[in-house]
């Protein structure tokens, strides 16, 4: 089991809601401010929570259950 904090998270939803096309580990990394192994943790629990959506290999984008989770 992954150990993100609720605010790591929130920093990567937040990342991948305001992206135009579907992200790699270090771009959400760089612009959330949080470790490359912190954001990768975070996105595999992510995905496992049917959050977010690797439509294609190792980029990853938000779901519309993840947008709805990051306004709750």
């Known amino acids: ?10 920093k ?11 992200m790699s580990n270090k771009q959400v990394a760089e612009l959330s401010a949080l470790e490359s192994k912190k954001v990768s943790s975070t996105m595999n629990a992510l995905k496992k929570e049917g959050l977010v ?20």
Do not use: F, H, W
């Open 1 to 10: 089991m992954a150990s993100q904090t609720p605010s790591e998270a929130k």
């Open 12 to 22: 990567v939803l937040s990342v991948l809601a305001k992206a135009t096309e579907p």
């Open 53 to 72: 959506d690797s439509p294609v290999r190792c980029k990853y984008a938000i779901t519309a259950s993840g947008k709805k989770a990051r306004k709750a």
